[in-house]
Structures are given as C-alpha cells and as structure tokens.
C-alpha cells in the first residue's frame, strides 16, 4: 500500500505544478491587459492637456531648461530660464521664472511667467523657447524677488501674472487657495 501512494504522489505534484504554472500564466496576461488599457487611456489624457502653441513630441529634462535661452517671435534673445516653479499638488509646471536684461548675471531682473506662455518646438536634439514679448513687455512683467515663491502660490498673486501674460488663469485642482 506504501508504494501506491509513492507512485501517485508525483503524479498529483505535477498536476499541482501545472495548475500554479497555469494561474501564473493568467495573472501575467491579466496584468499585461491591464497595463495595455491603461497605457492606451494615459495617452489620451495626454493628447488632451498638450499645449496647442508647443510642438515638441518628447518630454523636456528638467535639467535641460535651467540655463536655456529664451527667444521672442523675431528670433531676438530675451534672456534665460533660472527657475522652474511645479505645483506639488499638482505636479504641474506654473511659472518659469526668466532673468532678463544684466550683463553675466548682475543686474538682471527676474521675471515669472507661466509655462502655458512659451512655445516650445524642437530644434535638433534641444527644445527651443519662444515666448511672444518684447523687451519693453519684460521689462513691465511682475518682477520676483529672491527666492521667494511661496507667494506665488496664493491666488492673489499668481492670476495677476496669469492676466499680463493674457493666459487664461485656471485654479489648481487640489488646491484651495484663498
């Protein structure tokens, strides 16, 4: 009688083995399903909030901004990118912050501008910054004084910058700024 279980036993192991091979077998493909739909919705929410006005098919390294110059509609420098402001509610870029005018870094001032303002296209293997101003219109622009962004997180004081760029101010999701 012995011997009879020993001679069923790995019969019954295999059909175990088979049957756990099996359930892994459809949790992959469940998993890989999942990741295909997923995948496929992710991208239309991403064709939807894509800025009209920007023509680069790829994502921009954060590192990639910081130091980039900024031209205008005429091809004229306007000055560079010092600080990229993200909402950490949100995730979003709000504000890129420009210094404009100075000369090698003194006596530059520094400007915010939302990110929604600048046309951003692909020239070569680099984005290209364009934002439609002048000058005159930097130099009137809603200055930002040291390190200070804090306050352009109140409503307060974001919608007016919002306003003189003629950017449609929209309130952040998650947030609840008075």
């Given at each position: 009688?012995?011997?009879?279980r020993?001679?069923?036993?790995?019969?019954?192991?295999?059909?175990?083995?088979?049957?756990?091979?099996?359930?892994?077998?459809?949790k992959?493909?469940?998993v890989?399903?999942?990741?295909?739909?997923?995948?496929?919705?992710?991208?239309?929410?991403w064709?939807?909030?894509?800025?009209?006005?920007?023509?680069?098919s790829?994502?921009?390294?954060?590192?990639?901004?910081?130091?980039?110059?900024?031209?205008?509609?005429?091809n004229?420098?306007?000055?560079?990118?010092?600080?990229v402001?993200?909402?950490?509610?949100?995730?979003?870029?709000?504000?890129?912050?420009?210094e404009?005018?100075?000369?090698?870094?003194?006596?530059?001032?520094?400007?915010?501008?939302?990110?929604?303002?600048?046309?951003?296209?692909?020239?070569g293997?680099?984005?290209?910054?364009?934002?439609?101003?002048?000058?005159?219109?930097?130099?009137?622009?809603?200055?930002?004084?040291?390190?200070?962004?804090?306050?352009?997180?109140?409503r307060?004081?974001?919608?007016?910058?919002?306003?003189?760029?003629?950017?449609?101010?929209?309130?952040?999701?998650?947030?609840?700024?008075?």
């Open positions: 009688m012995l011997a009879k020993e001679l069923k036993l790995p019969v019954r192991q295999k059909a175990i083995r088979r049957i756990i091979n099996m359930k892994t077998i459809l992959t493909i469940a890989s399903l999942l990741l295909i739909v997923v995948g496929a919705g992710g991208s239309v929410a064709a939807k909030s894509k800025n009209p006005a920007t023509n680069y790829s994502l921009v390294g954060a590192s990639e901004i910081k130091g980039t110059h900024v031209k205008n509609l005429q004229q420098d306007l000055g560079q990118i010092d600080e402001l993200i909402d950490p509610d949100t995730g979003q870029v709000r504000f890129v912050i420009m404009v005018g100075g000369f090698l870094g003194l006596g530059a001032t520094r400007v915010a501008v939302p990110l929604s303002a600048f046309q951003i296209t692909q020239e293997n680099t984005s290209k910054w364009v934002l439609d101003a002048d000058k005159e219109k930097l130099k009137n622009a809603p200055k930002v004084e040291g390190k200070n962004y804090q306050r352009l997180y109140i307060a004081e974001a919608e007016p910058i919002f306003v003189y760029w003629r950017i449609k101010w929209v309130e952040p999701e998650s947030s609840s700024n008075p």
